[in-house]
Nanobody, 118 residues
Framework: VQLQASGGGLVQAGGSLGLSCAVS????????MGWFRQAPGKEREFVAA????????NYADSVKGRFTISRDNAKNTVYLQMASLKPEDTAVYYC????????????WGQGTLVTVSS
């Protein structure tokens, strides 16, 4: 599958921003989808993931209660809605996919930059 993330930009602290990830290729609904981020000088970290059906998700503690992951299998798209943004949320955000039953995130998008100003 191929992933194309979009929606990044500059936002003030306390603001909101939504990211999208369009997925092309086979059987989107068979993939678990996730969002990761990498801040300058730091390692890539997990942000959120959603099951193939959309009825199960999990979040990093740092974003729990502020970010919401969702998916639309009819549109082959996964979303990340971010609210109450903080300067420490500044990072390049990546969407990723892994096949159900696999532990490996095998497909990655190109990343979209989110900058939160204080």
């Amino acid at each position: 599958v191929q992933l194309q993330a979009s929606g990044g930009g500059l936002v003030q602290a306390g603001g909101s921003l939504g990211l999208s990830c369009a997925v092309s290729g086979r059987a989107f609904s068979s993939y678990i989808m996730g969002w990761f981020r990498q801040a300058p000088g730091k390692e890539r970290e997990f942000v959120a993931a959603i099951s193939w059906s959309g009825d199960s998700n999990n979040y990093a503690d740092s974003v729990k209660g502020r970010f919401t992951i969702s998916r639309d299998n009819a549109k082959n798209t996964v979303y990340l809605q971010m609210a109450s943004l903080k300067p420490e949320d500044t990072a390049v955000y990546y969407c990723a996919a892994r096949v159900r039953g696999s532990a490996n995130w095998s497909s990655w998008g190109q990343g979209t930059l989110v900058t939160v100003s204080s």
